[in-house]
């Protein structure tokens, strides 16, 4: 890299130095660059709102979840009922085609008493399509 320091006979140099400038000039261009805000391409559209379905049917025609809790509360799908209720919900599953599954649930705790008025009604309205599940939960593997 040659640089020139001027004439060999004492002359001073009369080119002007522009590293400096075009250093300060960069600085500047970046500085304008991150300022700029950014362009948002986004149009605003005002949707409405979800609101979960209040007529929501207690039967469904697949499969019912039959739940009996620690604190003896007897659970349709997540709704709690009474053993009357109960009578009723069933006798409106026998009459699908085809009959829902009913899937039978007691907590650990639960009331055996009332696991067996439960399995009475059930027996008793002759539900065809029935089965216990979360057994699996309480079984013991031993190797």
Known sequence: MAMSGGKDDGSPM?????????DVMLVLLIMFIITI????????????????PT?????DPVKNK???????VILWNG??????????LLQATKAM???PELQFQP?????????????????ELKVSKFGFVGNENFATFSK
């Open 79 to 88: 709704s709690p009922v009474t053993e009357g209720n109960l009578v009723s």
């Open 55 to 59: 007529n929501k049917p207690l039967v």
């Open 97 to 99: 085609n085809p009959e």
């Open 37 to 52: 805000p950014v362009a948002t391409h986004s149009v605003n559209i005002d949707l409405p709102q979800a609101t979960p």
């Open 107 to 123: 907590e650990e705790y639960a009331s055996y008493e009332i696991a067996n008025r439960m399995l009475k009604i059930i027996t």
């Open 14 to 22: 009369m080119e002007m130095n522009t590293t400096p400038l075009i």
């Open 66 to 72: 039959l739940v009996l809790t620690t604190q003896n």
